[in-house]
């Protein structure tokens, strides 16, 4: 099912900006997200945010994008 994607502004400890669901209990608040698009998995969110910024340092969310999520 497709979901809205969005990604914090901010980096993790390890220098990734984390990628979340809509719908996400973690999803940062809105000061602090950018919106990345309507995309049905984490992967092809995550490749469009990529092409988009010219930025390689994203990783999935643990919790809502556990398959894109790197550890």
């Known amino acids: 099912m497709a979901?809205?994607?969005y990604?914090?502004?901010n980096t993790d400890n390890k220098g990734n900006h984390e990628v979340h669901t809509e719908?996400?209990?973690?999803?940062?608040n809105s000061s602090n997200r950018i919106l990345i698009g309507y995309e049905n998995i984490c992967q092809s969110a995550i490749q469009r945010v990529k092409k988009?910024?010219?930025k390689l340092n994203y990783d999935g969310c643990y919790f809502?994008?556990?398959?894109c999520?790197?550890?």
Request: one cysteine or more; glycine letters at 4%.
């Open 52 to 54: 988009d910024t010219n």
């Open 64 to 67: 809502c994008c556990n398959e």
């Open 7 to 9: 990604y914090n502004k």
């Open 23 to 28: 719908d996400c209990s973690y999803i940062p």
């Open 3 to 5: 979901k809205f994607y």
């Open 69 to 71: 999520h790197k550890g």
